[in-house]
């Protein structure tokens, strides 16, 4: 069945220090493919997306590439700030009959100054 | 442009008793979403709309959750009778037509719900 795969967290880094937070996904076909992000107390917002294999999805001073190959999508940033501090989604659309998106379970991150 | 407005933020009631959380999505967008994001988890669909239209909702508890979107605009999801473990939070989103977009989702504040 179609399913997505998140990095464990909590994830807790240092201001200006690299983060990584891997996606995979299984399912049929090529999904459109999205990072949403939840601040505290809020809703979720659309952080970036790819909608085909190689597209880069970035937006804030994140990124991901679909890497069609890995069936993977993961999320990163080259210096993280304290109001990066959120939990982070990762969730292929699939469309068809289904359209709908698949969300993982949630990567929050902590950054201290 | 406003997003998506939800009501109430925030509810207590106790076990058994009835409530409804109401939606009103983006203008224009025809796709209307609830799901439900249970503590640590990620939102799970509930059931989505098309126009006035429930065209999935196969993850809907039907013998306490309905739902409703008469006119194709604003939706309303109601639990009754609550039972403890419907205590979640409540997303609404919607998303333009897909012409216009590439099947993303703009979701609303939620509805906190605690069932005592």
């Known amino acids: 069945g179609n399913s997505v795969t998140q990095m464990e967290g909590p994830v807790t880094l240092s201001e200006e220090a690299f983060l990584t937070i891997n996606c995979t996904y299984t399912?049929?076909?090529?999904?459109?493919l999205f990072w949403y992000v939840q601040y505290p107390g809020e809703g979720l917002q659309l952080l970036l997306k790819?909608?085909?294999?190689?597209d880069k999805g970035s937006n804030k001073g994140f990124e991901a590439t679909y890497r069609k190959e890995t069936t993977s999508f993961h999320l990163e940033k080259g210096s993280v700030q304290v109001s990066d501090s959120a939990v982070y989604f990762c969730?292929?659309?699939?469309?068809?009959?289904?359209?709908?998106?698949?969300f993982g379970k949630g990567t929050k991150l902590s950054v201290k100054p | 442009e406003a997003g998506v407005v939800q009501s109430p933020r925030y509810k207590i009631i106790e076990k058994k008793q009835p409530v409804a959380f109401w939606c009103n999505p983006i203008s224009g967008h025809n796709t209307l979403y609830w799901y439900r994001q249970n503590l640590g988890q990620g939102p799970e669909l509930l059931i989505r709309y098309e126009n006035e239209e429930a065209v999935d909702d196969s993850q809907l508890p039907k013998d306490r959750f309905s739902a409703e979107r008469l006119k194709g605009v604003d939706s309303t999801l109601k639990i009754q009778p609550a039972e403890l473990g419907d205590s979640a939070v409540y997303l609404c989103?919607?998303?333009?037509?897909?012409?216009?977009?590439?099947?993303?989702?703009?979701f609303g504040p939620g509805t906190r719900l605690t069932v005592t």
């Open positions: 790819a909608t085909k294999a190689d």
């Open positions: 989103a919607s998303s333009p037509p897909p012409r216009l977009s590439t099947y993303e989702q703009y």
């Open positions: 969730a292929p659309y699939l469309g068809g009959s289904q359209g709908n998106l698949i």
């Open positions: 399912a049929t076909g090529y999904p459109s």
